[in-house]
């Protein structure tokens, strides 16, 4: 159970264009989902935070109007990188959680990533 | 000060030994940790977590959690090759969905 699933799995694209990426949980209700970025030999940075139905929770730096985050239903939310650059070459990872999950009661379950590359 | 700190190695250990990876965190006030093992190019899956004081053992993996002097850590008895990856420590500071702060990760590597 608890398994987190996450499309594309790898993305090239032009400079400009705007990249969309999906985080489904498959078999449970996600009540809130997390959107990480890392960059090569680097740890996890949060993105933001999402709860179903409400407007995300950004993290200090992480600009808003760039990358953009649905969470439509308790099943799935979508990062989309708008006019993406190569900087924003990285690997997203999401996760996604609900109150008194796993028996560590907060886990939050990790989809497999999606690496970006921006030419 | 970094929220939360870790070596960030590389660490190597032979196998069959004990791995020893540490973890310290800034706020006080934190609740949950978390050890993360993640594999190149892989997502992160969580070998343990631990929220009081002293050792928690869960096979051939002890989490052990020092709250007083803000120290966390991860004992990996009889390392096997497969224990090659990348541990990352997290903290969070209340129960509940609240998000999660990863240090920079160990990257541990178990000599044949």
């Known amino acids: 159970g608890a398994v987190v699933s996450q499309h594309p799995s790898r993305v090239i694209c032009k400079s400009g264009t705007s990249v969309k990426i999906e985080c489904r949980s498959l078999d449970f209700q996600a009540t809130t989902m997390f959107w990480y970025r890392q960059f090569p030999k680097q740890s996890l940075m949060l993105m933001a935070t999402s709860n179903e139905g409400s407007k995300a929770t950004y993290e200090q730096g992480v600009e808003k109007d760039k990358f953009l985050i649905n969470h439509a239903s308790l099943t799935l939310s979508t990062l989309t990188v708008t006019s993406a650059h190569p900087e924003d070459s990285s690997f997203y990872i999401c996760s996604a959680s609900f109150e008194g999950a796993g028996e560590a009661r907060n886990e939050q379950f990790f989809g497999p990533g999606t690496r970006l590359t921006v030419l | 000060q970094k929220e939360v700190e870790q070596n960030s190695g590389p660490l190597s250990v032979p196998e069959g030994a004990i791995a020893s990876l540490n973890c310290t965190y800034s706020?006080?006030?934190?609740?949950?940790f978390f050890w993360y093992r993640q594999y190149s190019g892989k997502s992160p899956e969580l070998i343990m977590f631990?929220?009081?004081?002293g050792d928690k053992e869960d096979g051939r993996f002890t989490a052990q959690l020092n709250k007083a002097s803000q120290y966390v850590s991860l004992l990996i008895r009889d390392s096997q090759p497969s224990d090659s990856a990348t541990y990352l420590c997290?903290?969070?500071?209340?129960?509940?969905?609240?998000?999660?702060?990863f240090g920079t990760g160990t990257r541990l590597t178990i000599i044949p």
């Open positions: 706020d006080r006030g934190s609740q949950s």
């Open positions: 631990i929220y009081s004081n």
């Open positions: 997290a903290v969070n500071i209340n129960f509940g969905n609240e998000k999660l702060t």
